[in-house]
Structure formats: structure tokens, C-alpha cells
């Protein structure tokens, strides 16, 4: 038997959603430029779903479901006043939001393909309402209402701050939630598929996805960039800072990709979006920093920026607070987890590989006393 750690290029699985071919990504044959440029959040959650870019129609219908999901009872909220336990991270207390989630939901096997549908758009609308209330909860601040004209982008911006969305910030936050929608096997999305191809239902296929997602090697890299720049402080100090980690051994969070070796190609629309924001919300030296460690790391490590570099310093201009970023990547990525689990179970099969056994081998037993 031969191994590959980590199953590096080890192709499981065959699919029409995302394809990444010589470092291009695009989502059902639309590349990820055109759609970060000129896509709705809604438009690319409902291509990932049904394979098809949507008509006026399809979209308006879409959009209502999902505004009409945009609630949760008053009893949920009750829960999630429950949660907010001292030091409860985000990202923890969303894994277990949207399990309880299938409490509420008596009927939720995995069989009925239509229902599955009803229940994404459930999940999708829920995502943005269990991050926003648990915050404003948090923050003692009286919860906010969805409004139907506003896009998916715009209601989380207002739900979280209460107050009308900046156009250039609701254009930027649409773009990082474009971006962040699917990534083929990513091992949160491997995740999902695992559990769901044992027959289990949605929910604990997004419970799981959530769990892998929020590694600082995965999503949870966008907090740790984030960390990482305020450390610094000023952009005069960044080279020395990052000398020293590599001098280290340590890693530069948002650095590398385990498929992308010469660049990410989400992150240089984050690098934009980080830019103008930035420049606009009067705090340019945050994204002058972030430039600086990617030409250094990438000139002496040969490591690019991925998408969870920029996002950082384009989320702390907006005003979203750090523990919150590993979660609006999942909120995002839930609509790409659904996508991949309902392909799963379209036509399934058990993931079940083998491990190669190394240890010991025809040990004898003796009892406990013996030993
Ligand atoms: C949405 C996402 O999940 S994007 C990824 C988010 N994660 C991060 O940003 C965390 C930082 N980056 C990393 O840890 C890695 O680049 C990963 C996990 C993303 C990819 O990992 P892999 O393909 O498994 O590469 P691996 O970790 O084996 O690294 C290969 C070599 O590059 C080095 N390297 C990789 N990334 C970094 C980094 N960010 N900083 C410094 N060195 C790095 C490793 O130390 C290793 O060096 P060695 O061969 O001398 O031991
Ligand atoms: O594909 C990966 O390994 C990680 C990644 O960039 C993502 O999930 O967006």
C-alpha cells in the first residue's frame, strides 16, 4: 500500500460544481473573476444549487424564500442568550446553533431531495441570523429585522451594526462572500461529504463542516491573520515581525495553499476590495502592512496569499469584529457544503479508505496485574 499524507492529489471524487484547473477556479464553468465582479451572493448560491445561473423570475422566488427564512423563534433565541457563556467563541457557539437547528426540524432524513432543498435555504438564511443576534445578544444591543430590499450582503452588514449599509462596504462584503462559496474538496466540504455519505441528514453534515472549517489551517486563518496584524501594529514593523517567525519556524497565517502554489486567484479581488476599503474607512496602513508581508513572504518562502489574507484587513475596515470573520466564511461556504452534500447524495457511496498499519504486531496479552 503506498500513502499520501494529508491525501495530497489524490482525486476522490468527481463534480460539477467547482473546478480549479492550473490555478483558475470557477464555479459550474463561470470563472470566479466574473462572478466576484458582476455576481449577487444570492445569483451564486443559486447557481451552486441548481447548476444554472438564475432568470428574473428564479431569482426574485429565491430571494423571497431566503428573506422569508430570515427569522428565528423566540425560543432559539432564548438558547442562544444561553450561549453566551464568558470567552464563548463565535465560531463554537454556531457549530452547536445549527445542530439545535435540527431539533426544530422533526423531519430532517436525508431522503427527500425537495425537502433538502427547502432545508438549504432554511440553513443559508439561518447562518446569517444565528451570527448576527448571538452578536448584538452579546453586545446587550436590541436584535435587528431583516428588510426585504436589501441583498443577503446588505441585511448581514445591517443586522449586525444596526444601521445602513455603505454602498462601497455592502459591494465589498457581497465580493468576499462570492469568493468564499465553494472551494471543490477543501476538508471542510471533504468533511461534509464524509458524514453525509453514511446516510446522515444536512445538519450534521454543516455541524461537521463547521468543526473542520473553524483550524487555523483552514478558515480560522482569517482570525489569526487578523491577530497577526495588530501585533504589528504599523507597516514600518512588518518585515522584522515576519523575519523573525519564519527565523521561528512558525507560519504567516493566510500564506501558502496546499493546491495554489503561484497564487490565489480570490485574493487578488480581496487585495482590491481591502485597498479601496480601507482607504475609504480612513485606515489605509492596515491593508499597507498586508501588502508588505505577501511580497515578503512570496519573494522568500515562495508562499502567495490566500483568501483568507486579505479578507482580514478588508473585515477590520469594515467594522466586523475578529471573532466573527471564521464564521461569515462559513456562512458563506454553507452554501457550497450544501451543494456538495446533495451531489453526495445524488450518487453515493460510503467514503471509507484504508490507513496502513505501522505499530507492533503479534503482541501477547497479559492480564492487568502482569504488566
Ligand atoms: C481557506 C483556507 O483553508 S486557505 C489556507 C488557510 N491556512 C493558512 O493560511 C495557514 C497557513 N498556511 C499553511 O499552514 C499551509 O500553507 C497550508 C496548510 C494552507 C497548506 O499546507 P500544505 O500543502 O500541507 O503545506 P505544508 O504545511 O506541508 O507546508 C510545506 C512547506 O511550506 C511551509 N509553509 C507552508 N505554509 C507556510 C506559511 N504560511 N508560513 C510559513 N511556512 C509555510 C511549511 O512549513 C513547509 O516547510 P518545510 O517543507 O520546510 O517543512
Ligand atoms: O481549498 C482549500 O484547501 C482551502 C481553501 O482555499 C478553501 O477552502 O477555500
Known amino acids: 500500500m503506498s500513502t499520501s499524507k494529508g491525501l ?17 477556479l470557477s464555479y459550474v464553468g463561470y470563472s470566479i473573476d466574473d462572478l466576484a465582479e458582476q455576481a449577487s451572493f444570492e445569483e451564486v448560491v443559486y447557481l451552486l444549487w441548481h447548476k444554472h445561473l438564475p432568470n428574473d423570475e428564479e431569482l426574485h422566488n429565491f430571494k423571497t424564500q431566503l428573506f422569508n427564512e430570515m427569522t428565528l423563534s423566540p425560543s432559539f433565541i432564548e438558547q442562544l442568550k444561553h450561549m453566551h457563556v464568558e470567552n464563548a467563541h ?12 435540527s431539533l426544530y426540524d422533526s423531519e430532517h432524513d436525508h431522503e427527500d431531495r425537495e425537502a433538502n432543498f427547502d432545508r438549504a435555504v432554511l440553513l443559508q438564511a439561518k447562518m446569517a441570523m444565528i451570527i448576527t443576534t448571538f452578536h448584538r445578544l452579546r453586545n446587550k444591543d436590541s436584535l435587528v429585522q431583516p428588510k ?4 443577503y450582503a446588505e441585511n448581514f452588514l445591517y443586522m ?11 459591494k465589498a462584503f457581497n465580493k468576499a462572500l462570492v469568493l468564499h462559496a465553494d472551494h471543490e474538496l477543501n476538508a471542510s466540504t471533504f468533511t461534509a ?39 504589528i501594529e504599523t507597516a514600518e514593523n512588518a518585515i522584522p515581525y515576519v523575519k523573525e517567525k519564519i527565523a521561528n519556524k512558525e507560519k504567516i497565517m493566510g500564506m501558502g495553499h496546499r493546491v495554489y502554489k503561484e497564487g490565489d486567484p480570490r485574493a487578488k479581488h ?18 499597507e502592512m498586508s501588502e508588505k508581508i505577501e511580497s515578503y513572504v512570496k519573494e522568500t518562502k515562495g508562499l502567495p496569499a490566500n483568501v483568507d489574507f486579505y479578507s482580514a484587513s478588508m473585515y477590520h475596515a469594515l467594522g466586523v469584529p475578529h471573532d466573527l470573520f471564521t464564521p461569515i ?14 451531489e453526495q447524495y445524488a450518487n453515493n457511496r460510503l467514503i471509507r479508505p484504508r490507513a496502513e498499519y505501522v505499530g507492533p504486531m503479534n503482541q501477547t496479552f497479559k492480564p492487568v496485574n502482569k504488566r
Open 148 to 151: 426585504q430590499d436589501l441583498s
Open 329 to 342: 466564511f462559513a456562512m458563506s461556504r454553507t452554501s457550497g457544503w450544501i451543494a456538495h452534500m446533495l
Open 193 to 231: 461529504r464524509v458524514c453525509v455519505a453514511t446516510l446522515s441528514d444536512l445538519y450534521s453534515g454543516l455541524t461537521a463542516a463547521i468543526s473542520a472549517l473553524k483550524g487555523p489551517l483552514h478558515g480560522g486563518a482569517n482570525e489569526q491573520v487578523i491577530k497577526m496584524l495588530m501585533e
Open 270 to 287: 480581496l487585495k482590491d476590495m481591502s485597498k479601496e476599503i480601507t482607504k475609504q474607512n480612513g485606515m489605509p496602513h492596515w491593508y
Open 8 to 24: 495530497e492529489g489524490i482525486i476522490v471524487a468527481e463534480t460539477d460544481i467547482t473546478s480549479i484547473e492550473e490555478g483558475n
Open 160 to 170: 449586525l451594526h444596526g444601521k445602513d449599509v455603505d454602498p462601497l462596504e455592502s
Open 90 to 101: 463565535p465560531m463554537d457557539v454556531l457549530r452547536t446553533a445549527v445542530s439545535m437547528l
